[in-house]
Nanobody, 124 residues
């Protein structure tokens, strides 16, 4: 599975962005997918996860109520809708796919495939 994340950019505080994670491979629909982010000088942290079916999702407390993860398996794509953005959301965002995990797989080590990352910058 190859993943490509895109949709990052510059947003003002309070604004919105939608990230997309496009995948190649016929088995993508059987993978759980997670979004992670990494700010400068920081470790990679879990943001949101979704099960292979899309019925189960989970979020980091820092984004709960502001971000929404969804997927459209027919298009091999997972989305991260980010609303009410804050300057502390500034980071490189990565999508990742897990063969055995679920929506609650929060550790980077639980994921088998990674996209290249897309930069999100939120100005105050």
């Amino acid at each position: 599975v190859q993943l490509q994340a895109f949709g990052g950019g510059l947003a003002q505080a309070g604004g919105s962005l939608r990230l997309s994670c496009a995948a190649s491979g016929r088995t993508f629909s059987s993978y759980a997918v997670g979004w992670f982010r990494q700010a400068p000088g920081m470790g990679r942290e879990f943001v949101a996860g979704i099960s292979w079916s899309g019925y189960s999702t989970s979020y980091a407390d820092s984004v709960k109520g502001r971000f929404t993860i969804s997927r459209l398996n027919a298009k091999n794509t997972v989305y991260l809708q980010m609303n009410s953005l804050k300057p502390e959301d500034t980071a490189v965002y990565y999508c990742a796919a897990s063969e055995r995990g679920g929506s609650d797989s929060t550790g980077p080590f639980e994921y088998d495939y990674w996209g290249q990352g897309t930069l999100v910058t939120v100005s105050s």
